[in-house]
């Protein structure tokens, strides 16, 4: 079993910063991706970004210059610097990950999340 634990969530002003980190523990073979999602009230879940194994990088277009993903994979561990974070970014942010618990066998987890709040 995988376990994802996200931190850093919190209430920030227009304008302002945050760091989320997640950090996934138990049987883990090798991680395959990372990816950090967000789902504000009332709005389907979306994906913000993702790093792949091979470090490469995807982000939704609108936190693109805003928001940079990173990761340890010695520590399995994804973080998410978010800087001039707008109200619109108000949300849940939930980590994801697909792992690989054997050589054969992988599947994806997630988080329970960790709220932004961003007041205007």
């Known amino acids: 079993q995988v376990q994802l634990v996200e931190s850093g969530g919190g209430l920030v002003q227009a304008g302002g910063s945050l760091r989320l980190s997640c950090a996934a523990s138990?049987?883990?073979?090798?991680?395959?991706?990372m990816r950090w999602y967000r789902q504000a009230p009332g709005k389907q879940r979306e994906l913000v970004a993702f790093?792949?194994?091979?470090?490469?990088?995807f982000y939704a277009d609108f936190v693109k210059g805003r928001f940079t993903i990173s990761a340890d994979s010695a520590k399995n561990t994804v973080d998410l610097q978010m800087h001039s974070l707008k109200p619109e970014d108000t949300a849940v942010y939930y980590c994801?990950?697909?792992?690989?618990?054997?050589?054969?066998?992988?599947?994806?987890?997630w988080g329970k999340g960790t709220l932004v709040t961003v007041s205007s």
């Open positions: 138990g049987s883990i073979f090798r991680i395959n991706v």
């Open positions: 790093i792949n194994a091979d470090s490469s990088i």
């Open positions: 994801n990950a697909h792992v690989q618990t054997a050589i054969d066998y992988a599947m994806a987890y």
